[in-house]
């Protein structure tokens, strides 16, 4: 899971910063969700995946198809 956070973050070319302030949460907070040192909230999980508009099962790892269905 922490991988593909960290993967969608990189593939747009944004910094922890700038994801951390769209999250509303601090920097060292966000790392801490990059590297596994801090469970990633559910309502963190839902913002990542509108943000990146990808389904929260492929940030969990659960499948490797981005897409959201509907």
């Known amino acids: 899971m922490y991988k593909h956070v960290r993967d969608l973050r990189e593939d747009r070319d944004l910094s922890q910063r700038e994801v951390s302030k769209i999250l509303n949460c601090s920097q060292q907070v966000y790392s801490n969700y990059e590297l596994g040192q ?33």
């Open 38 to 70: 801090r469970d990633i909230p559910t309502a963190i999980l839902i913002k990542l995946s509108r943000y990146y508009n990808v389904s929260v099962d492929f940030i969990l790892g659960l499948t490797d198809n981005p897409e959201i269905n509907r």
